[in-house]
């Protein structure tokens, strides 16, 4: 019989989009997967932990927070590093010691939220000397609108909207540099991948295919592309949108996916260093000794072996 | 002098859902009240009575003919007519004290001023004792004289009354109607009573008029001066004894039954 | 008082009028209406023609016109305005069916029965004012990420108001019609099918119409999760992306819906309960 | 439809007691609630220990009370629970207040004139089914993001039940009641004030009492926006990390208040319309 | 045969708010209704005649004493004894035919059999064409009588009837006592009635229960066989002028009297 795969997926314009609007991972995996759409990472993983779902895409951040809690999940590719997609955009302000005083939007608990206290570690100013407010993407826009807020860590499209008007103090990009990378990965519950292995090397299989075809000519996948259009379609984004915002990830290829970088190693410390980083801020109870468990590399060596 | 005057007024009601089929429930009604007046009306069990007052009280629109006082349109329900309702009517918030201290309280009149008349007023119906009672804890003969009680304390032109006196024993109902007798001749307030006694609309009224069914029409308007006489001293059985009364109240109850007969054939 | 043929609506400016005692339900309130919508759709096209607001928030009239002529034709994020509209209305009914089933009975035992009231009592305030986005990922975890999921979180909002106003309802019905029923031999069951139930209705339907109201404002927290398909799906996945247009297009649209089944209650008010209006 | 003393209460067990006529309001419902409280807790200490959910999705009650110490104590996201709690009640009492202001004289007006009904009509048909979620950017936009917004998040959630249900309480109005005071010479502002807003409080008060739950499961919406404190900010904030024990632990202290906001609001309408009893 | 007994009952009412404070509203009533006898309550108004019709009927719980059909105590209403309300308390969600169904329908009777007894009914108490009207567009007197008929139509072996004539003009009210004459010589159903008309007291009943108020008591328990007659052919002018009827109603009219003199003292 068929297997049924609950797969859940984020609006976020990334390649997969393409192979998921095309059917290819059912294709390949010969599996019927049911795509769900979740708005956070933080209601992926709770739908993980119910069953409900087999594989799922989430931020660097819930996922350090559902392996604090021992959540059996493991991490099976890295989708991408944060880097021009979530920025600190400012008015007004032209250096980090600005930001003193001043009120920084940011959606609490996610990605650009650890990334601006990371930076805010890094220039040495006192969290608590900046009104850290915590606000959605749409009603950072808004906010920002208004004259409400004078500076945000977001990410597209409304960084762009706020760069229309703003500077950029520091990229997710910089931050990485300063010892706070962030990035998204798609994750699959250990029972799942125990059954069946088969359909996670499928699923980072063809997950692979796509990235290495973006990655292999990213200005075909321009405006008026077929797969612009895919991904729109998915995500809600505007068409002409995608390209720019496709540019804001560092996407690795399968290989660079292996190496020690990464799921080779890299991957399991800068979870261990977000949950560290989650602990100090009293948002988790504790952190584990060891991070290693919920991450693999296995997956991504016999996708790489399978070929593309 | 003032007069309330109902001419040629008619009144029809929709056939239940179908609001294009009406029924008419009173035809060619004509009827003045003078303020020196005391009109009973009789007539059988749903031959318009209620209507008829409605009509006179503003809470009914006729279908046709006027409504007027002192030949001014009414523009609905009006101080100068106060009405006591078939079926109470009063307010469940408020105590029978501020029952019948509402009228009062319309006008601005304080707080103390309302109380002391509006016990005084209850004393008048014969209840003393019952100004802090709630609505509820009071029987259906107390809440009559509650509704009449605050129909006095609006202190009107015209009073219409809904069967005041109908869940009320013998005894205190001829009190009652001894009171209403008094209050009409000594505040010049024109009276429209509804009442299903001939006797009582006899002994009160200065014209009986009665109503015959199917539609609601005027058969009888008779003038009577029993309750002059009561008032002048005369004794009820002296009354009761006369051959004038005598003859009225058969040539009434002929009336009515006559209707009936015609309503059987 | 509603306006009555011939009645001189209590409060309403009584002028007698040759037409007075007519057939004809009063003048209605439609015109009043249509105006009313009128000017707010002018001062809405002024607004956003003066740029007061960023047509980013506040697109023009117009625009969100075109939107919901792009979504009804080419759809949104893979479905097409119907599409997203039945997947939300049949969850909606769905939840309505759901809590009326649940709701009218337990409204019922709480206005009934002093051990009905003392179980039920607790479990309907405990849930009364729980925030469905606190609570989402507790019904994820215990029924899953199905559509049982999302009917259960728009049927826990519209329970509370069906639950309370039919308890009230009971609560009004006048204790002379109960106990006429029982001396006429009624059971405990025919007093509340034949007596106290149809007291209620009035006040049930009351409690309906504020359901749906709250069912309809709890539908983007109900398409948070999972969903593939709906105006809250639809809502929140332009709202993402700033696409403001589909934003208020999806918004018209539930308001539109939702004004069609209010006038749809309300007809059913006046059909099946003509008697409330004259208690 | 209550049991009041010497009544025999028409749907209750009709047993005749020696001391049926004596003084008391006949047996509470208290001890059921406790039982069923305590069942509640005893089924979910059950479920936490034998594992039937994981523990990381329903912690023991021992560890949500143990939650709710250590946030009174210590606090979470930068505040205890006292500050959470202080933050959110002003907000839903401001957005009480302003819903009460603005709501009953609404509801009052659309149960009483037809110009008022006409205007006011659409304008709450199109309030009542938004969905705060939807509509955050643009209260953002218009009133920024102070408590302003949020209180405005909240009270938009309590105006509709109370405006319907001061519309419904004020169509119940029996039209003697109205015809009565204008015959005594009521102006229309004497007759709105002294007949039908008595009339309709207690249909107002089953509202308000509808609205105050909406509003606490509106809160966790309202403190989306740029809050640092408050119950709803604090659920969010720990339910994104996955803490279920300070998730449990709000959602037990906004039912603990609601549940005392009702008794008070019982308590009120007991005192204030005992007549409401006796229709 | 069967017995409907109040024995040494009381009935006390908390004050108002004060739920410490009671008043006394009945003391110490003992009566007993056969299922053979018509017993007719008069009183002043608010002296509890309502209150013991309820403790009959099992709306109210006696604060001591018992109340028993045939030794048995009750448990609240019964399909045993039906009650005419003083206020008619007719579901105005059920048309006039409707409503006298209800009892039937409570049985369990088919619609078309329910139909045809509640017109026969309606009938019966001058309502022929009455079926299909809602409750709001029947005038009083028509309420009280389609109440009349829904009781009636519960078949109970005990009528208990508030004021039920209260609203009625003369002749129908004339009508209506005959009717309820016969019912109650027909169908052997015990009937307990609450009246202010002595008159109507006297023509109807078995026996005449006068009650005191302040606490409502019995002062007097008088047979009259005034009601046979009339059942038995003879005239209503005979009997009014027959020396007994004369007596009693004196007497009764004394009763009633003392005790207001009493009251006033
Ligand atoms: N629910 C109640 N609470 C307190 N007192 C009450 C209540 N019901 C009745 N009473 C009091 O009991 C007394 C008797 O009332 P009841 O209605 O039995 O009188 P009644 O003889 O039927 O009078 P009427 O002929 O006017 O109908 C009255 O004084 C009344 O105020
Ligand atoms: N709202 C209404 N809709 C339709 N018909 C009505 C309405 N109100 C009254 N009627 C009808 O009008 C007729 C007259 O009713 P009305 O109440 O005036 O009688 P009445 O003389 O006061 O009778 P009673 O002595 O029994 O109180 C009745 O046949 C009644 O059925
Ligand atoms: N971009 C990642 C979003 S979240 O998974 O952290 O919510
Ligand atoms: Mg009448
Ligand atoms: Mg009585």
Redesign the pocket.
Known sequence: ADVNVNIGYQPIVEPSRVPQADGTYEKVTGAKINWQKFDSGADVITAIASGSLDIGYVGSSPLAAAASREIPIETIFVVGLISEAEALAVKGIDKPEGLAGKKIATPFVSTAHYSLLTALKHWKVDPKSVEILNLRPPEIAAAWERGDIDGAYVWDPVLSQLKKTGTVLATSADVAAWGGPTFDAWIVSKKFAEEHPEIVTGFVQVTGKAYASYLANPDSWNATSPEAEKIAKLTGAKTEEVPALLKGYHFPSLEEQAGADLLGGGTAKAVAETSAFLLEQGKIPAVLSDYSPYVSSRWVVEAAKAGL | MSVLSLQSVSLA???DRDISQT?L??DGITLHLASDEFIAVI????????????LAAGFLKPTSGRVSVDGVDIAGPGADRAVVF?DDALYPWLNARDNVAFPLKLRGIAKGERRLRADDLLAKVGLDNAGAKNIWELSGGMRQRVGIARALASDPRFLLL??PLGALDALTRARLQQFLLKVWSDSKTGALL?T?SIEEAMLLATRVVV?A??P?RIVADIPASFGRQLLSGKSLQEIKDSPEYRRLHDGLTGLIHADAQEDAA | MTI?VG?IAPTAPVEIQPDAGKPGRGRGTLPISLVTIAVIIAAWSLASVYGVVSPLFLPSPLIVLKAIYNVAVNGFVDSTLAQHTFASLLRIFAALAASIVIGIPAGLAIGTSRIGKGILDPIVEFLRPLPPLAYLPLIIIWIGIGEASKITVISLAMLPPIILSTAAGVKSAPADFVNAARSFGASRLQVLLYVILPSAIPSILTGTRIALGAGWSTLVAAELVAASRGLGFMIQSAAQFLVTDIVIAGIIVIAAIAFLLEILARLLERWFVPWAA?R
């Open positions: 009601f929709p056939v029924r429930v009173l007539g059988r069990s749903g031959s318009g009575k209620t209507s008829l007052l409605n078939q809904d069967e509804i299903h109503l069914p199917n609601g | 009555e009645i004259h």
